[in-house]
Structures are given as structure tokens and as C-alpha cells.
């Protein structure tokens, strides 16, 4: 990395762990393409800092790997899996697209609403659920489906939700 690059990425931004992750990742590609462990960058560095990514971690991502900040920007506007606000402790992602939708989804996601006494976007007051809707799991065949970490659930039903739910509490 050249000197101009490090100057422009505090050394208290990105942890020495996720430098060394990135750095990781960054050896994956040819030389000329480091911008490609950007996915994961951001990902280990959003989980580092308890799900979600402020505008400080983006730009030490993006002087971390040579790009433009607007880039990694919309890397981390583009994909659902990034949060640009503090999430609670479980985020829970109802995918909405039409496998799971025809399946039931907005069944799911209404009983949600109401057992947690939120929307879509928002967190529980004691910080322990966000309820997100997702365009995609890659979970069809399973439809409903949702993901809470880095954990799916596929087949809901309204009881199997309140189950997952029940052991999350």
C-alpha cells in the first residue's frame, strides 16, 4: 500500500484484525484487483462492529483498498446484508420474492410485526430484534424462508417462527 494510501486510514479505524482479514482476502486476487475482497471487507468489518457500518469503517475500507469512496459506498447500499444503523442483536431477514411471497411470506412477516411490535427497518426497543424484508434467500424450495445471522429456516410456519423466536428469548 503506498504512503499516501496509509495516511488517509487512521490507524484506530480498522483493527489490526480486520486489516489482517482484509489482507486475507486481498491475496485472493491478482495484484491489480484487490477492490475485489471489498464483499468481504465489509462484511468482517460490519461484524466487528456489532452489525452495522458507519461512514468512518466505509471510507477506511475504501482508503484500506485503494478505492474511491463512492464505490464502496454503493457496495454497501447496494446489498441487504449491509447495515448503515445499528441493528439489534438478531436481525431477522423474511425474504419477500415471489417463491416465498407466494408461499406466505407476508403471513410471516405481519405475525412478526406484531409479536415484536415493530416494522420492517426497525429494532425492538431492548436492541435484541430488527426485522428486515429481503428480495432473496436462495432458499425457493423452502419457501417462507428467513435468515437470522448466519442461520436459514426454511418451510415456516406461524408456530415454527414463534419456536425460533421462543429460542432467541
Request: glycine share 6%; aromatic share 8%; with cysteine.
Amino acid at each position: 500500500m503506498s504512503s499516501t494510501l496509509k495516511q488517509l486510514v487512521s490507524p484506530d479505524v480498522l483493527s489490526q484484525n480486520a486489516r489482517n482479514h482484509i489482507d486475507h482476502w486481498v491475496q485472493k486476487y491478482p495484484k491489480d484487483q484487490k477492490q475485489s475482497a471489498v464483499i468481504a471487507a465489509l462484511t468482517f468489518v460490519q461484524e466487528e462492529n456489532n452489525g452495522s457500518l458507519t461512514n468512518e469503517l466505509i471510507e477506511a475500507v475504501a482508503g484500506y483498498l485503494g478505492m474511491p469512496k463512492i464505490a464502496v459506498y454503493e457496495v454497501a447500499t447496494f446489498y441487504s446484508m449491509f447495515e448503515l444503523k445499528p441493528v439489534g442483536k438478531y436481525k431477522i431477514c423474511v425474504c419477500t420474492n415471489i417463491s416465498c411471497m407466494l408461499c406466505g411470506s407476508q403471513e410471516i412477516v405481519d405475525h412478526l410485526k406484531v409479536k415484536l411490535g415493530i416494522n420492517l427497518g426497525q429494532t425492538t426497543p431492548d436492541g435484541k430484534f430488527t426485522l428486515k424484508s429481503v428480495e432473496c434467500l436462495a432458499a425457493c424450495c423452502g419457501a417462507p424462508a428467513m435468515q437470522i445471522g448466519a442461520d436459514y429456516y426454511e418451510n415456516l410456519t406461524l408456530q415454527k417462527v414463534d419456536e425460533i423466536l421462543a429460542a432467541k428469548e
